[in-house]
């Protein structure tokens, strides 16, 4: 039997994106793939590879160049991709009141870790930009599983790294596939807008509720889904949809 004494005492987390929801780097990311497509003999509109960002390496080149495409090409052009994002490395943009907004989850007792689809160095590297280290209970990156996101794994293994259970952790991203992410591992999403996706966009996917970034999820922090035990979530996010944003 489960008693409000046990819940009290059960870890509580809050699992973060971080392009495009702590750091401002999604159209970093999508200049730096077209450029490595691009390069590669690959003329893909930037406004598609935008839409794209936030799913990881394993699976953002099959979204846009389809199935049927020389997979052979591929460790080519992520390793063309990485190495033109890998020099704005000392210079990553930390969004306004991220880092504060950050400390103040933690201060409330939330477990807080990272979870993107991004690679291990590209954590590092943002970890070193957010320099909060001391609030950060864990990370976890693509190269720690399988599939990323839209693919649940990256949330179960930020969950594992908690120690929480699903509806004791909330989970915040900016993109259509953080929100399915999230929705196939049983974790409730707030939306961010500061990755550029639109809110009806975002919205549609179905998050518990939409920020405009930060600064106001920050402001709202003791009436946000953060403050207590997380709601369940609702909307279009979960399940097995196909693979396209909206």
Not at 218 to 238: I, N, Q, V, W
């Amino acid at each position: 039997m489960t008693t409000s004494t046990d819940h009290d005492h059960r870890p509580r987390a809050a699992l973060f994106d971080l392009d495009g929801t702590l750091v401002d780097t999604n159209y970093l990311h999508s200049l730096t793939w077209w450029q490595a497509l691009h390069q590669n003999g690959h003329d893909i509109p930037m406004a598609r590879i935008h839409r794209a960002i936030g799913m990881g390496g394993d699976r953002i080149l099959e979204h846009l160049l389809g199935s049927a495409h020389d997979h052979r090409q591929d460790q080519r052009l992520r390793d063309a991709h990485h190495a033109l994002y890998a020099a704005w490395f000392d210079s990553l943009p930390v969004l306004d009141r991220a880092a504060d907004l950050l400390r103040a989850i933690a201060a409330r007792g939330l477990r807080i870790v990272l979870a993107s689809s991004a690679s291990a160095d590209e954590v590092a590297a943002i970890r070193a930009a957010l320099d909060v280290d001391e609030v950060i209970h864990g990370a976890t990156s693509a190269d720690d599983v399988d599939r990323s996101k839209p693919a649940p794994d990256l949330v179960h293994q930020a969950l594992a790294l908690s120690d929480a259970a699903p509806a004791d952790a909330v989970f915040v991203g900016d993109t259509v596939w953080d929100v399915q992410a999230a929705a196939r591992a049983g974790v409730p999403c707030i939306g961010l807008l500061t990755g550029g996706i639109s809110e009806a966009e975002l919205t549609a996917a179905g998050p518990v509720t939409v920020y405009p970034g930060p600064p106001e999820l920050l402001r709202s922090l003791d009436s946000s889904p953060l403050a207590g035990k997380a709601p369940r979530t609702t909307g279009s996010g979960g399940g097995d949809r196909p693979e396209t944003p909206g």
